[in-house]
Nanobody
Framework: QVQLVESGGGLVQAGGSLRLSCAAS????????MAWFRQAPGKEREFVAR????????YYADSVKGRFTISRDGAKNTAYLQMDSLKPEDTAVYYC????????????WGQGTQVTVSS
């Protein structure tokens, strides 16, 4: 059974930092692209960042470029999202997702972790 479990969310002031973690189990981690999405109240879920299965390539939404960094640790089967210079508009539930070798839609999703940035 595949599980993606996010952690690290919380309340932070504008300008602060948080690091989200996504622990994966039940899959061959090295074969999966890992991504982060977010959904703010009343809005559609949106892409935040992606790291390819080999870790060589990273992609970011324009809104977070230069402030967020995605990474992965194969030894721990964990993906991370380092979020710096946080803004109130970053407030959302953050979800991690896994996709087999960049093919098609995302196969697995976590339950989400709340990030709230106060002004």
């Amino acid at each position: 059974q595949v599980q993606l479990v996010e952690s690290g969310g919380g309340l932070v002031q504008a300008g602060g930092s948080l690091r989200l973690s996504c622990a994966a189990s039940g899959l061959t981690f090295s074969n999966y692209d890992m991504a982060w999405f977010r959904q703010a109240p009343g809005k559609e879920r949106e892409f935040v960042a992606r790291i390819t299965w080999g870790g060589a390539l990273k992609y970011y939404a324009d809104s977070v470029k230069g402030r967020f960094t995605i990474s992965r640790d194969g030894a721990k089967n964990t993906a991370y999202l380092q979020m710096d210079s946080l803004k109130p508009e970053d407030t959302a539930v953050y979800y991690c997702a896994a996709r087999y070798m960049a093919y098609g839609s995302y196969d697995y999703w976590g339950q989400g972790t709340q990030v709230t940035v106060s002004s």
